[in-house]
């Protein structure tokens, strides 16, 4: 099994910053890419951000230039959100997902509240 586990999360006012980070642990391969998705109230999944083994990310539109993610091992992971605004508020899974197989783990998740 892997084991991911999360912090970071909380309430914060408009316009504030949160860092995330994220914990990999257990039958770790290398071979993989980590990142984020989050879920707001009655809203559907979406994914944040991603970054690879090599160190290149990808954003969703919504967070260009107030997000940024990064790792500083292969199996931790942190995601710096700056200007959050209210529409952030979201509970923040990040997962673990192997190249090869395909196969995807997740985080518990963590909640971010942005208040206006």
């Known amino acids: 099994q892997v084991q991911l586990v999360e912090s970071g999360g909380g309430l914060v006012q408009a316009g504030g910053s949160l860092r995330l980070s994220c914990v990999a642990s257990g039958s770790i391969f290398s071979d993989n890419s980590m990142g984020w998705y989050r879920q707001g109230p009655g809203k559907q999944r979406e994914l944040v951000a991603v970054i690879t083994r090599g160190g290149s990310a990808n954003y969703a539109d919504s967070v260009k230039g107030r997000f940024t993610i990064s790792r500083d091992n292969v199996f931790t992971v942190y995601l710096q959100m700056n200007s959050l605004k209210p529409e952030d508020t979201a509970v923040y899974y990040c997962?673990?997902?192997?190249?090869?197989?395909?196969?995807?783990?997740w985080g518990q998740g963590t909640q971010v509240t942005v208040s206006s």
């Open positions: 997962y673990l997902r192997r190249y090869i197989t395909s196969d995807m783990y």
